[in-house]
């Protein structure tokens, strides 16, 4: 062959393999595509031609070129379009009067190039590259339960985040307190793999490790995934995680509920705290004051001891002492004391006082504390505030002074410490009775109930001067109350019935007289309702033609009837009770 043959071959070659490169049919050498951007289940709108293109595209040939072979998809004749059979065949639309062709419900497979071919007036060729975007689901992110040692020798892992259903393959990167974390030796490591789904979309899975220590106990962890779509670039976050982080106890101590001062009686609760995670086994210990000895209290299965209710014997110095059971290193707190403040059982003396009408008597009060005491007296059936401190003078003693007298000892510096002692004051007397006279109103042949009460010291007895059942309570030390369950007949009509109180030092009675009517007066069904101790208040007002001048000491409220059917409630506050006979 001569050299002009050899030059001529040469040319030959270079020009098949440059539009072999081109990998579409034409003569010289293609520019770079035109890049068309939608995102999955959009429209992608290809333009056979520049928008400057004077060229008539109302004959054209439109291929789809995947791994540089082209494939016919649609036809262009005199400005209407024919799809081919195949992949597209049912997607494909002509716009823009021939000069677009649209291809709906794009799909990750349509990323490829396409290749229009213009053929009059004469032949060109445009090439379009499809670009196809999916924004990926929200990123899942699952943390790792089990947790990281300090001690391990291997970055453990820490969480794997998941992004499901994006397009092109995002970018993951992974945070702690929102910095950025990158593969670090023996410190960080990331691993990342994708899926590529039926659909063409891909499904990223990322693993974050990591070699943690103690201050990373709270850190926040999350992941970032990276995308981009044809609005531009675009990222989405995911929750925030913090992992379970395992390191050894350097320090123990100990801590009580409630804070503050503590008295006998309440709940108090002992826990050991330690700075690790697990926290060591606790166990609890109390000072023996005979040994100086600790001694393991018994605690709950939380570890806690439980004092309910605190006693002043539960004061003392306490420890705590943690053992780590994978290490078996032990740490001991330090040693805190314990005080719960207390007050004595508080005694009265006399214990069982007792004095002549006229006379006086001194109460003293006595009780032990670790705090400061305070005193004071009070009448028990009125609350009144007889005395400060433990000294209780009662002067020109009367019937009406006997009674309840109660001591309190309290403690001014812990709210809510204070014990009390109630003693009983009996004032020598003949009986004396609540009534010296009543009268009833009855109906015959019923039963009723027939009460009587009277006070004095000694103790009075009762009787009656009728047959009936009777049965008595005490009222206080002092007084006693007798109900007699007797049948209305003719001769206890006749007769009406009389209460006996009698003791060492004499007698009193009340007399009950019974009075026929054609039906219970309403004072006496009021009377019915109103309880046996509120009887002689009731008929102080109801039968006050029965009752002598020195009876001036009640103060009822008036009386007022009413003919409506609601409550009536009577209320009166007697100075004293009865009379003397």
Not at 333 to 361: F, I, K, T
Not at 528 to 549: D, G, K, M, V
Request: glycine fraction near 8%; proline fraction near 7%; hydrophobic fraction near 35%.
């Amino acid at each position: 062959m001569g050299r002009s043959g050899f030059i001529c071959a040469f040319l030959i070659a270079a020009c098949c393999c440059c539009r072999r490169a081109a990998g579409v049919p034409g003569e010289a050498e293609q520019p770079d595509p035109e890049l068309v951007e939608v995102e999955v289940g959009g429209t992608a709108l290809l333009k056979c031609g520049p928008s400057h293109s004077p060229g008539n595209f109302s004959h054209a040939d439109w291929f789809s070129v995947h791994k540089e072979k082209p494939t016919l998809i649609f036809l262009v004749r005199q400005g209407q379009g024919q799809s081919e059979p195949g992949e597209y065949q049912n997607r494909l639309s002509l716009q823009d009067q021939g000069t677009t062709l649209a291809l709906a419900r794009i799909t990750p497979h349509d990323e490829r190039i396409f290749l229009c071919q213009g053929k009059r007036p004469r032949s060109q060729e445009h090439r379009i590259q499809l670009r196809v975007y999916k924004a990926p689901e929200e990123p899942l992110i699952q943390v790792n339960a089990l947790g990281i040692s300090v001690n391990s020798e291997e970055p453990g892992e820490v969480a794997t985040c998941v992004g499901r259903n994006g397009y092109p393959l995002p970018q993951v990167t992974w945070y702690k307190n929102s910095q950025s974390l990158k593969e670090e030796k023996n410190r960080v490591h990331i691993q990342s793999s994708q899926i590529v789904e039926s659909s063409g979309l891909y499904t990223l899975r990322s693993v974050l490790k990591a070699q943690l220590t103690k201050e990373d106990k709270d850190a926040q962890f999350y992941c970032e995934l990276s995308y981009r779509l044809p609005s531009g670039n675009h990222m989405k976050e995911s929750r925030e995680v913090t992992v379970p982080v395992f390191y050894p106890a350097e320090r123990v101590w100990l801590e009580v509920e409630p804070e503050g001062m503590l008295k006998e009686g309440d709940r108090v609760e002992i826990r050991c705290l330690a700075d690790g995670n697990p926290p060591p086994h606790f166990s609890i210990g109390k000072q023996n004051l005979s040994t100086r000895e600790m001694e393991e209290e018994r605690t709950d299965d939380n570890g806690v001891l439980v004092l309910e209710p605190a006693r002043k014997e539960h004061s003392g110095l306490y420890e705590c002492q943690g053992l780590d059971l994978e290490s078996t290193a032990s740490l001991l707190s330090d040693q805190q004391e314990l005080v719960v403040n207390y007050v004595s059982e508080v005694r009265v003396s006399p214990a069982a006082p007792e004095s002549q009408e006229g006379s006086s008597l001194t109460l003293t009060c006595e009780a032990e504390s670790n705090q400061d005491l305070e005193f004071q007296w009070l009448r028990e059936k009125t609350g009144k505030v007889l005395a400060k401190g433990p000294v209780l003078q009662l002067r020109n003693l009367k019937r009406e002074a006997g009674g309840g007298y109660r001591c309190v000892a309290s403690v001014p510096s812990v709210p809510g410490l204070n014990r009390t002692q109630l003693v009983n004051v009996a004032i020598f007397g003949s009986p004396w009775m609540a009534l010296r006279e009543r009268k009833m109103w009855v109906k015959e042949n019923s039963v009723l109930n027939l009460s009587c009460e009277a006070s004095g010291h000694p103790r009075p007895s009762i009787v009656w001067s009728v047959d009936g059942t009777a049965s008595e309570q005490d009222q206080d030390p002092q007084s006693v109350l007798s109900v007699l369950n007797v049948l209305v007949t003719p001769e206890l009509l006749e007769t009406g019935a009389e209460c006996v109180a009698s003791n060492s030092l004499g007698r009193n009675t009340t007399v009950i007289i019974l009075e026929l009517g054609r039906e219970i007066h309403r004072s006496e069904a009021l009377a019915h309702r109103i309880t046996r101790r509120s009887l002689p208040c009731l008929e102080h007002f109801l039968f006050p033609a029965h009752l002598p001048p020195q009876h001036s000491g009640w103060s009822p409220k008036p009386l007022k009837w009413t003919t409506q059917k609601i409550p009536l409630q009577l209320t009166c506050r007697p100075h004293f009770r009865g009379h003397m006979g």
